[in-house]
């Protein structure tokens, strides 16, 4: 089976990346097609098949995996309607805020295809990732869904909430990379040095989720576990809560649907 990837930028490249570290493709199964020098150079060293043609790399995949701007998406598939084959290839649509109208539109001849949204974790196979089937039987939505799976948790929605999901996890990685931002440079104002800092940090929010996913606990009743009364830990909590702390959040991800 072959895969190819159309446009190599963050989201892209790091899905291919993903790719290369997972199993369900060799390195010659994996092709990209970029315009960009640069991005083909480090993808080639990588000993993947890459190219400018976005039409050559759709002809010869199996899966063919659209992975540029929203506002390319429409031109993209223009280009490479020609070159198709709807009935034994798969098509997967990687961008934000694209409608399964605006993919039957620019391809009126493929009756399926995948909607999917990972976040950028997805190179170190670790990404969570919304899949949305359109007109797939249930083997084509597993095939889809077994590759994504070796490079994280895939979760199958409905359209109306790809946007919610999108914010959630796919922008909703950088508000976590923020929050360990944030407390790395407290940890540097309490004495630390800063990637000392930024160390502690992020072993801390590694085993808070590991805990989590390991007891199936709900993050209140975790909370409850280390914060003793008039102690240390529930009057960072409430100073935190005083500033806005889970409103600004809640607010953050409610402005990512705008």
């Known amino acids: 089976m ?6 190599a930028g963050a989201m892209g490249g790091a899905t291919v990346e993903g790719l290369l570290k997972a199993k369900s493709f060799k390195q010659e199964e994996i092709t990209v097609a970029d315009p960009t020098a640069e991005v083909l150079e480090k993808f080639k060293a990588m000993g993947v098949n890459t190219t400018t043609n976005n039409a ?13 701007k929203p506002w390319l998406v429409d031109t993209v598939l223009a280009g490479i ?3 198709i084959r709807p009935k034994d290839q798969l098509l997967v649509v990687i961008a934000a ?4 109208e605006r993919v039957r539109e620019a391809l009126p001849e493929t009756p399926s295809f995948f909607l999917v949204i990972p ?3 997805i190179a170190q196979l670790a990404s969570m990732t919304f899949m949305v089937p359109v007109g797939a039987d249930d083997a084509q939505t597993a095939t889809v869904k077994g590759i994504f799976d070796e490079m994280g948790s895939t979760l ?4 109306q909430h790809l946007a919610a999901g999108t914010t959630l996890a796919s922008c909703g990685i950088a508000y976590a990379m923020r929050y360990i931002r944030a407390a790395s440079e407290g940890g540097v104002e309490l004495g630390f040095k800063a990637d000392v800092a930024k ?3 992020m072993q801390t929010v590694l085993g808070a989720v590991k805990l989590l996913q390991a007891s199936g606990m709900h993050p209140e009743q975790a909370i409850d ?5 008039g102690g240390v830990t529930i009057k960072g909590l409430n100073e935190m809560e005083h500033a806005g702390f889970t409103s600004a959040v809640i607010r953050g991800l409610k402005a990512g649907l705008k």
Request: aromatic share 2%; glycine share 4%; proline share 5%.
């Open 56 to 68: 050559d790399a759709a002809k010869t995949a199996d899966i063919v995996c659209v992975c540029v």
């Open 2 to 7: 072959k895969i190819t990837m159309i446009g």
């Open 97 to 100: 805020g694209v409608t399964p």
């Open 81 to 83: 309607r020609a070159s």
């Open 199 to 201: 160390d502690i940090v």
């Open 156 to 159: 199958i929605t409905d359209f």
């Open 119 to 121: 976040n950028i974790a």
């Open 225 to 229: 576990l280390v914060t003793t009364p």
